[in-house]
């Protein structure tokens, strides 16, 4: 059974900084790809950042140059680093990864149950 555990999210006021961390644990043979999404009440969930292979990463328009993900492969862990955060970047935040376990014949979607980020003016 495969789990994606975000946390460090919370209440934080405009201009601070925030770190999420997303840790995949289970019968993992290889993690092949993830992200990070958000959904804002009333809105659509949108990607944030995601890793697009042979280390590049891309970003959203609205966090890039503000958000930076980074991932450990050593511990399955990946992280959100979220500074400069405003008042729009108030949503609940999920890791997504893409991952063959040993459980399954071919890589699954996984989502983490989210973490709150809350940004006030």
């Known amino acids: 059974q495969v789990q994606l555990v975000e946390s460090g999210g919370g209440l934080v006021q405009a201009g601070g900084s925030l770190r999420l961390s997303c840790a995949a644990s289970g019968s993992i043979l290889s993690i092949n790809s993830m992200a990070w999404y958000r959904q804002a009440p009333g809105k659509q969930r949108e990607l944030v950042a995601e890793f697009i292979g042979a280390g590049r990463t891309s970003y959203a328009d609205s966090v890039k140059g503000r958000f930076t993900i980074s991932r450990d492969n050593a511990v399955n862990t990946q992280y959100l680093q979220m500074n400069s955060l405003k008042p729009e970047d108030t949503a609940v935040y999920y890791c997504?990864?893409?991952?063959?376990?040993?459980?399954?014949?071919?890589?699954?979607?996984?989502w983490g149950q989210g973490t709150q980020v809350t940004v006030s003016s």
């Open positions: 997504n990864a893409l991952i063959l376990s040993s459980s399954n014949w071919r890589p699954l979607n996984y």
